[in-house]
């Protein structure tokens, strides 16, 4: 028995009829002049998070309907965020900012695992954290040239830029645990 699968168009923006703003709840409405539609409390989707940052964003919206409480639509994709008018350009980009919010971890204190949790406690630029991962094999990354993304439960994300430039004491207990 084949399996019927749905398929969605994909819909380009144009840049010239998209306006992008930041409300005082610091959520992201869109507006597309042509159609004269707005959509509020937007989520943007980098499709290539690391790689493209402010390329190719996916806007999605939370919709009621009478099956689903909320159901996630996408409202379009757009290409670059260099094509929009500068204020909607800011705004993504403050949107943008609080997606890649990592600190970067510049001393580990501890990593200890109990009940199949591993907790970090570490130093970051932004202060001292403390958070739990699940999976040292999955949520602790390497990127290449001794950078290190970790992903903890709560869908934070820290960053040792390079491992080499740790301190010996966080040096060796990083090493003992991934």
């Given at each position: 028995m084949a399996l019927a699968k749905e398929t969605e168009e994909l819909k380009v923006l144009d840049p010239k009829n998209v306006k992008i703003s930041i409300d005082e709840e610091q959520e992201v409405t869109l507006e597309l002049k042509n159609r004269n539609e707005v959509y509020e409390d937007v989520d943007i989707n980098?499709?290539?998070?690391l790689s493209q940052i402010g390329r190719y964003l996916s806007f999605r919206y939370k919709e009621d309907s009478e099956e689903n409480d909320e159901d996630d639509k996408e409202i379009g994709m757009l290409k670059d965020i260099n094509d929009l008018d500068q204020k909607s350009k800011e705004a993504v980009e403050q949107a943008l900012e609080k997606i890649y919010f990592m600190p970067k971890i510049t001393k580990i204190y501890e990593i200890e695992e109990e009940f199949g949790v591993t907790r970090w406690e570490v130093e970051t630029e932004k202060g001292q954290r403390s958070f739990d991962i699940k999976s040292r094999r999955?949520?602790?990354?390497?990127?290449?040239?001794?950078?290190?993304?970790?992903?903890?439960?709560?869908?934070?994300?820290?960053?040792?830029?390079?491992?080499e430039e740790l301190d010996k004491d966080s040096y060796n207990i990083l090493r003992s645990e991934i």
């Open positions: 980098p499709a290539f998070p999955k949520d602790v990354r390497p990127h290449g040239n001794g950078r290190i993304v970790i992903h903890d439960i709560d869908g934070n994300r820290y960053e040792i830029p390079d491992i």
